[in-house]
């Protein structure tokens, strides 16, 4: 006891000392809670470090799987298997535009025209003949008219009632010189019922004569084909453009048909075909505008009318559509056409494509009175057509037979609805640039061509 209080003062940090010791071994406190945290978050990165080390990384091309913290060998396979994957891209975008150009262009990018080679005209006018395309581009219509109705001695739609009273005028003057004085003319009741049943049984010849109707202004075209003036390289450029949609729309349709006829036993009639009547074919920027129910009687059909103007808008051309206000002005509309293509799917297009540096948007409405278990076949064929084409959006209407029939329309005993088909085209610019005259490119933002240097 003595020694200790005469050494009190280091009994005391003795005991200090001590304590200290046994609270690093045995924490008390918010220092145990702190050494707790601490251990969980090494325990934490050992476990990372650990699923690190075991972790497969598999890369596409690469030859066999890795594990482990990337090593200089990983990076280089995957250095490897970003290049492979472009190439693939690459390729898929050669083979796409190969199989774009299909009808188009031929192997050295010469256009077609109706299946046939048009030098000279694109990009620029060589030929010095324009009035020759002209020509040419006449008789697209009607041929396509004929090859939907098999025949070019009748309208495609039914008998109006100013050409069926004039028919049977003539026929009451043939009569009329042919009979006799002695037997009296037929009564006003005995006229009007003799008309009905001419005016009948026109509709019903007209019905079973052509394969299916076809509306007066169902073709798009272009309004130079009626000014005295020659055609210039714009406007060369968007008819045949026109054209190439068009007329995958129009093989499509006999296609279709076709196969219809072969299951009605060879009768090829309105009544028997799967397409009943095509109402419009739009391409370009009016294909936006909706025209369901707009064909309900002849004469809203008669009246309508499908021919684009020659200019003036800006951008100076409708064909391509690019994601732009309608108050954008031309250099900004170049602009986002020049621009990489980007996938904006907040556009009102359901694909959110857009005119860019890889490719062109050309929307396409097709408005149809068709049998709806004959949709379906309808579109995989316009499929088969090009590989360009993407189905946007369907709208459908029921057709009321009554209403149709009281106008002239005979579609037989099977249902029939309206249907309105938008679609969107891809024309890759890999072959379509060269073809493009200069005020197409400026509108795309597209450089010109190179002055051709002179000659040494």
Known sequence: MKFVKENMTLVVVGVIILLAIVSVFYPTGSLKADLQERMKQRLGVKSSIQ?????????????????????????EAKKK???????QSEKVVEVGAKQNRVGRVTDD???????????????????????????VYATLLPSWN????????????????????????????EEEA?????????????????????????????????HMYVDAGAFQQRGWL?????????NIFESMVDSWLEGDVIKAIAITNDEAFKKANGQKNAGTAAIKRLMRISVGQDSLGTRLGSFDNQTTALQGQ??????????????????????????????????????????????????????????????????????????????????????????????DPLSRSSNGWVYGD??????????????????MRPLMPEKIRASLGLPLEEPAKAAQ
């Open 146 to 173: 004929v090859a939907l109705t098999g025949t070019d001695k009748m309208p495609g739609i039914p008998p109006s009632e100013m050409e069926t009273r004039t028919g049977f005028e003539n026929m009451k003057k």
């Open 306 to 399: 499908n021919v684009i103007g020659q200019g003036g808008t800006t951008p100076p051309t409708n064909l391509f559509y690019i994601q732009a206000g309608s108050t954008t002005d031309a250099a900004q509309a170049a602009a986002s056409g020049a621009q990489p293509n980007t996938i904006d799917l907040e556009k009102r297009l359901m694909t959110g494509r857009a005119s860019g540096s890889e490719y062109d948007v050309i929307l396409m409405q097709i408005c149809l009175d068709i049998d709806p278990s004959w949709l379906n076949r309808f579109i995989d064929e316009l499929y088969r057509q090009n590989m360009g084409y993407t189905v946007l959006n369907i709208k459908l209407k029921t057709v």
């Open 81 to 87: 298997s970003i290049e492979h994957m472009k190439a």
């Open 226 to 234: 009626q000014a005295d003036s020659p055609p210039n390289e714009q």
């Open 51 to 75: 699923s690190l080390a075991n972790t497969e990384i598999k890369i596409p091309g690469a030859d066999k799987d890795y594990k482990g913290v990337p090593s200089p060998e990983m990076i």
């Open 109 to 135: 990018g010469t256009p077609l025209f109706m299946g046939q080679p048009q030098p000279g005209y694109l990009p620029k006018n060589s030929s010095g003949a324009p009035m020759a395309f002209k020509d």
């Open 178 to 210: 042919r009979r006799p004085a002695s037997m009296q003319a037929p009564t006003g009741v005995d006229d009007q019922r003799r008309y009905e049943e001419y005016k009948r049984n026109q509709v019903l010849t007209r019905a079973s004569t052509l």
């Open 414 to 431: 099977t249902q029939v609805v309206e249907v309105e088909i938008l679609l969107e085209s891809l024309m890759f610019r890999e072959w």
